[in-house]
């Protein structure tokens, strides 16, 4: 379904889209609530991390209206928006989220090891270059650990280690209507 469309292209009563899949922070969100239903209201909840909500009550008569959303620092981890109405006797709900990902603050990381090859049984000296996004140098702590793959005969071995949480917001689970 693009976002472009005035009403659902599919089946669907309700549907709702967004401008863009991703959006950084200073970024307005525009949302876009589609019905190809005759006068059907639909309660939009916009929910952010800092449990703040803010609520829409739409009137849509095979058409669609547009609510905007400005993207903020704290809204990092994304937004989560549900929409319900009540219509042709039955209840419905959908949940859509707005994806505000942290920056990316990859490190480039050159691993160098030296071992004399004159001197029998030397030590092997290791070194490690780290570089920024822009190919700066940056100071970093390095924890490095060492595995022997041939162990993997036994019990094979998996890394699960992960220092940066980048947590994702998945919205409130429980909701009141009224």
């Not at 009403?7 to 019905?35: F, H, Q, R, W």
């Not at 959303?69 to 709900?93: C, E, L, R, T």
């Amino acid at each position: 379904m693009s976002s472009k469309d005035k009403i659902p292209s599919d089946a669907s009563i309700v549907a709702i889209t967004s401008d863009k899949e991703t959006y950084k922070p200073g970024e307005e969100a525009i949302l876009k609530v589609k019905s190809g239903a005759k006068s059907i209201y639909v309660m939009v909840e916009i929910s952010r991390q800092d449990s703040s909500v803010s609520k829409h009550y739409l009137h849509l008569n095979r058409n669609h209206k547009q609510i905007n959303i400005p993207i903020s620092a704290q809204d990092m981890g994304g937004i989560h928006v549900n929409w319900y109405y009540v219509a042709y006797n039955s209840f419905a709900k959908g949940s859509h989220t707005i994806s505000v990902p942290f920056p990316k603050k990859d490190l480039e990381i050159t691993t160098n090891t030296f071992r004399d090859k004159l001197v029998p049984g030397s030590q092997e000296t290791w070194r490690f270059t780290i570089k920024g996004s822009q190919k700066e140098p940056v100071s970093a702590e390095v924890l490095a650990s060492m595995y022997d793959a041939s162990l993997d005969a036994f019990e094979p071995h998996q890394w699960r280690f992960s220092p940066i949480s980048k947590p994702q917001f998945r919205g409130i689970t429980e909701h009141t209507l009224i």
